[in-house]
Structure formats: structure tokens, C-alpha cells
T-cell receptor, first 115, second 110 residues
């Protein structure tokens, strides 16, 4: 079974631009979560989507948004990029079931650099 | 913000030795998980321990959980050079959001 895939793997953008990152979960996984990893703040939860609905949201400004499609693929968008948005963005998928609903499988990440 | 702290922040050992890292967290949890990350790549799930479990084993890994002290430890026995990575604990409560610790950087030398 293929793992979580993220595209693109690397991205360089300029301050003020917007960016869209894509994540394809493991087949059959219906929950997709996004995390931001920076040296200063570590790993922080952005949001989680389940069945095309945002189920949880972290403490990030409204410039960070996401969506999930009917095939469970997810995208996240960051508008009006700031230098501080430079980070590794990780997507994780989860097979939501009763026993272990929160075991998450991560993709390789998208490294975003804002100049 | 992060749930808690991990210690040590960095650990350097020789191949064949055991490595122990600790994680402390702040709030009630549903379960605690340990992940490994190699050089800024994606996270690899290692083991999940539920709040009603005290110890769990998986291969060379042994995880303990003490909910009264809000702490967990990860023991890697007979370390190998390939175990060199950063290790993170992550907790979740009633929601599926994971809250990560600060991580321990493990270096295993030959």
C-alpha cells in the first residue's frame, strides 16, 4: 500500500505570494491532518479534515486554510506569505476506527522557503 | 505550543548501547505515541501506548507510561547507527490532534 504523498517536496516563494500544498493520504484513510515544523516552534498542529469537513483547528492565523476532497486528498493554502512561514509542512493520514483512531502516518513533507 | 518537554535534548551513544529518552506532558491524554524523524524528513510512527497501559514493547523498543506523573519513556536497546534520528513523543486527548514534545536528537556512533 502506498504511503502518504505530498507535492511539491520543495518550494521557494516570495513574501506576499500565496502557496498551495497537496497531500494524498494512504488509500482508505479518511482523516488528513497538517502540521508545521520550524526550528523555533517545533511541530505544531494546523488543522484536520475528515469527510471533507474541518474537524479540528490549531492556533494559526486565517491566512492558513485547507480543504479536503471527496477522495480524501487534501490541500492547504497559505496566503500573503511571511518570512516566518518558512517551514517543513507535514501531512498525516489516519484510518479512523474505534481502537486506535489517532495513529497517524506522515508524508515526507513539503519544505517551503519564503524569501 | 508544545504539550511538554523531552529530555535529554540530545544524546550521543555508541552502537550496542541502550538509549533512553523521556517525555513529560501537561494535560490528560487518550494515548501517547512516539515518532522518529530522520534529518528533517517525515515522521515515522514507532509505537502507541494507551492511557490505560503502563508498558509496551515492539522489537527493540520499550515504552512506559506513568499517567500519575504525566511522563513516558522510550528505551531503544542495542542501538544501531541507523537509529540516529530525532525522536518525538506526541499526545492526543479526545480529539485527533497530536501535540508534540520538543524532541530528542539521538546520535549513535560506530
Amino acid at each position: 500500500k502506498a504511503g502518504v504523498t505530498q507535492t511539491p517536496r520543495y518550494l521557494i516563494k516570495t513574501r506576499g505570494q500565496q502557496v498551495t500544498l497537496s497531500c494524498s493520504p494512504i488509500s482508505g484513510h479518511r482523516s488528513v491532518s497538517w502540521y508545521q515544523q520550524t526550528p523555533g516552534q517545533g511541530l505544531q498542529f494546523l488543522f484536520e479534515y475528515f469527510s471533507e469537513t474541518q474537524r479540528n483547528k490549531g492556533n494559526f492565523p486565517g491566512r492558513f486554510s485547507g480543504r479536503q476532497f471527496s477522495n480524501s486528498r487534501s490541500e492547504m493554502n497559505v496566503s500573503t506569505l511571511e518570512l516566518g512561514d518558512s517551514a517543513l509542512y507535514l501531512c498525516a493520514s489516519s484510518l479512523v476506527r474505534t481502537a486506535d483512531p489517532y495513529e497517524q502516518y506522515f508524508g515526507p513533507g513539503t519544505r517551503l522557503t519564503v524569501t | 505550543s508544545q504539550q511538554g518537554e523531552e529530555d535529554p535534548q540530545a544524546l550521543s551513544i555508541q552502537e550496542g548501547e541502550n538509549a533512553t529518552m523521556n517525555c513529560s506532558y501537561k494535560t490528560s491524554i487518550n494515548n501517547l505515541q512516539w515518532y522518529r524523524q530522520n534529518s528533517g524528513r517525515g515522521l515515522v510512527h514507532l509505537i502507541l501506548i494507551r492511557s490505560n497501559e503502563r508498558e509496551k514493547h515492539s522489537g527493540r523498543l520499550r515504552v512506559t507510561l506513568d499517567t500519575s506523573k504525566k511522563s513516558s519513556s522510550l528505551l531503544i536497546t542495542a542501538s544501531r547507527a541507523a537509529d540516529t534520528a530525532s525522536y518525538f513523543c506526541a499526545t492526543s486527548g479526545t480529539a485527533s490532534k497530536l501535540t508534540f514534545g520538543t524532541g530528542t536528537r539521538l546520535q549513535v556512533t560506530l
